[in-house]
């Protein structure tokens, strides 16, 4: 199969492809794509649109869909590997980080890069880039409707959410984010107010203190470590003065799956859809 050097083209003659072939041709011209997807996000986004079928092999961190799990999947996206991506003969390799992007290319390799998510509008635009690049425009188009829809109704069932503070876990060290960040963007499209924000001023990332967390006493806690570091609702009562936290007094303490946390792909939904079943459960004021 012929290979690409860049997007553009690789969506240019699949589009030709498309208008110029029969539905024989059209279906083959999308079938013999060959991706190597080393970016987890993107391995999300691209079962999701029906590309599945296309992947030939996955990075170690893959892990969801389960179908992610039956391709190969023991190529690091933190530390790629040219030799072995390339014996892979892809036409399509996904990747977050671009250090082999002009290896690959070298090798007539198309590479895509779909770096983390800075806002809503950037997850739809890499799902739709993906679509076209992979001859799935309609499912990315209605992918991203429906989340659209779906995130919209998560955050219109909360409405007492405005106003109450809310405490984002990223480790047991007390990192947390900022409403600057992606993570931090799903609070503030409820209202909420995020204790980090004041924390350590130009600092997105800031590593909080048990006293600080205690004193701002969240209305609810969500932690994203329970993979990570084994935490979860139980281990966050027993810390020094939880017990007196508003989250804690009334199971505001939300466990996370850690990589629906991190990941800014379809299951966003299921993030924002956790935020807003939390938020129905803190009493009224």
Same mark, same amino acid.
């Given at each position: ?29 999308? &079938? ?11 391995? *999300? ?21 389960? *179908? ?16 072995? =991506? ?25 590479? +895509? ?55 984002? *876990?990223?480790? &047991? ?19 909420? $107010? &995020? =204790? ?24 609810? $806690? ?19 003065? +939880? ?7 009334? *199971? ?19 993030? =924002? ?13």
């Amino acid at each position: 199969m012929k290979r690409f050097t860049s997007i553009a083209a690789l969506t240019a003659f699949m589009l030709t492809a498309a208008a110029c072939g029969d539905d024989s041709t059209t279906s083959s011209s999308s &079938n013999d794509l060959k991706i190597v997807s080393l970016s987890p996000t993107a391995t *999300e986004m691209l079962f999701a649109i029906g590309a599945g079928p296309q992947i030939i092999a996955v990075d170690d961190q893959s892990n969801y869909p389960a *179908e992610a799990l039956d391709k190969p999947h023991d190529l690091s996206g933190f530390e790629p590997n040219v030799e072995a =991506i390339a014996a892979l003969k892809p036409d399509l390799v996904i990747m977050q980080d671009p250090t082999i992007q002009e290896q690959l290319e070298a090798l007539g390799i198309t590479v +895509w890069i779909g770096s983390a998510a800075a806002s809503f509008d950037d997850v739809y635009t890499q799902i739709e880039q993906l679509g076209a690049a992979t001859e799935h425009v309609g499912e990315a188009a209605e992918l991203v409707s429906k989340m659209q829809t779906d995130i919209a109704a998560a955050v219109a069932a909360a409405p007492q959410a405005k106003g109450l503070k809310v405490y984002h *876990e990223l480790d &047991n060290t007390f990192y947390s984010v900022t409403s600057n960040t992606f993570i931090g963007q799903v609070y503030a499209q409820f209202g909420m $107010v &995020n =204790i980090a924000d004041e924390a350590q001023p130009g600092n997105d990332y800031p590593q909080l203190n048990a006293e600080y967390i205690v004193q701002q006493n969240p209305d609810l $806690v969500f932690l994203a470590d329970t993979k990570c570091c084994g935490e979860s609702p139980e281990t966050a009562a027993t810390r020094p003065g +939880w017990d007196a936290l508003a989250a804690v007094q009334n *199971e505001g303490v939300i466990g996370l799956d850690d990589d629906i946390a991190s990941r800014w792909g379809p299951r966003l939904v299921d993030f =924002i859809t956790a935020v807003s079943d939390a938020v129905a459960k803190v009493p009224a004021a």
